[in-house]
């Protein structure tokens, strides 16, 4: 006679893990715990500790739920509503791109390189397409003096953000601004001037999303990927705009696409009005950012 499973929080996630490994789904493991976790409602630690508890039927229903969504590539990060980034939490939905481990090299370089400028007392930052707000709140929370101003086309997407601000206790010094890059400043009475401008713009040429993996290609915003037809127009229009943004000798960086650094350096080049741009590698030696100085 065959025994019957008993599903316990270490069979569930045994039984999904493979399940998940069986039909490609990356990280199958990880996947499971914090599916289960997010069901049960506990840290992924506690799973260890109770490997022999039962969870309650609805439970068990509600993780069933998820991990078919799972199968059909649905971000854990938009199932559970969350991710982390930079050492912090952050609440995601379909409405933002899910914060990348590879955006950090972008935090990390605009934090030293404000950390240099002495003569920045109380930095100015600009933010376009703040999305979830990873970059914004994160340079808050790391640049206490900071200012941030963030503007994003996208209504949800800035309803997240502020989320995310207030609850990473940085709202009042990150202000959210609906518009398309630069066009909630120009609304203002007195033109704002940054001494730094970030960006993680859009930058998949249209063509090329069709083949991106289904996480990304079904589930996240068209409207956080489409770079147009070459990848580039955003940072066509961000360093055409950014020169009546900045300060004298304010600084703008850009994450890039993995062989887009050249190009949007030969863009900022060839624009007249900025120092020789330089490129940052991220930790796996991949071409991540370019940043210039305003001349
Ligand atoms: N700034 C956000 C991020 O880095 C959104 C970027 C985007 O939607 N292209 O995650």
């Not at 489409?226 to 580039?232: K, P």
Request: charged share 20%; glycine share 6%.
């Amino acid at each position: 006679m065959q025994s019957k499973t008993i599903w316990s929080i270490g069979t569930l996630l045994q039984w999904t893990s493979d399940f998940f490994a069986g039909h490609q789904i990356d990280e199958p493991r990880l996947s499971a715990e914090l599916l289960l976790s997010h069901v049960l409602n506990c840290s992924r630690m506690e799973l260890y500790t109770h490997f022999e508890k039962v969870p309650g039927p609805a439970e068990i229903q509600k993780f069933r739920e998820l991990v078919k969504k799972r199968r059909e590539h649905t971000p854990v990060a938009y199932l559970i509503g969350k991710n982390w980034f930079f050492s912090m939490e952050f609440a995601v939905s379909p409405d933002v791109l899910i914060p990348r481990p590879d955006t950090e090299t972008l935090v990390e370089t605009a934090i030293r390189f404000v950390r240099l400028a002495t003569t920045w007392e109380k930095p100015e930052i600009l933010d376009l397409g703040v999305g979830s707000g990873c970059i914004s709140i994160a340079l808050a929370k790391h640049l206490v003096e900071a200012q941030i101003v963030a503007t994003d086309i996208s209504d949800t997407a800035l309803a997240v953000a502020e989320a995310n601000a207030r609850n990473a206790g940085v709202l009042d010094r990150v202000r959210l601004e609906r518009g398309d890059l630069y066009e909630a400043l120009g609304r203002m009475l007195v033109r704002p001037r940054f001494h730094l401008i970030v960006s993680n713009p859009p930058y998949i040429p249209t063509g090329r999303i069709a083949a991106l993996m289904p996480e990304v290609k079904d589930h996240e915003p068209r409207l956080a990927l489409d770079g147009g037809e070459t990848g580039l127009t955003f940072y066509h229009r961000i360093v055409a705009g950014a020169p009546e943004y900045l300060l004298p000798t304010g600084m703008l960086l850009v994450e890039t696409g993995f062989d887009q650094a050249a190009s949007v350096s030969a863009l900022l080049s060839a624009s007249g009005k900025f120092s020789e741009p330089r490129i940052i590698r991220d930790a796996a030696g991949h071409q991540r950012c370019v940043m210039a100085t305003l001349l």
